[in-house]
C-alpha cells in the first residue's frame, strides 16, 4: 500500500467524522469503521510486509 493510498483513506476517515452537518445523525459508526480498516491495513504493513506487498 502506497503513501498516496493511505492518504486517501485518512481522507475518507475526514469525510465520514461526525462533525458535518450532513453527517450528525450517523454517530460514531462510520468513522469507527473507517478507523478500525485504517488501523488494521497499518498493522498489516507494519508487522508482515511480504504479504502486504503481494496482495498490494
Do not use: C, D, R
Not at 486517501?8 to 445523525?25: D, F, H, N, R, T
Not at 498493522?43 to 496482495?55: E, F, I, N, S, Y
Amino acid at each position: 500500500m502506497s503513501l498516496v493510498e493511505i492518504a486517501i483513506l485518512v481522507i475518507i476517515l475526514a469525510a465520514v467524522l461526525p462533525i458535518w452537518p450532513y453527517s450528525k445523525g450517523w454517530g460514531y459508526l462510520p468513522s469507527g469503521i473507517v478507523g478500525l480498516l485504517l488501523v488494521l491495513l497499518i498493522l498489516m504493513l507494519l508487522l508482515v510486509p511480504k504479504v502486504a506487498h503481494a496482495l498490494f
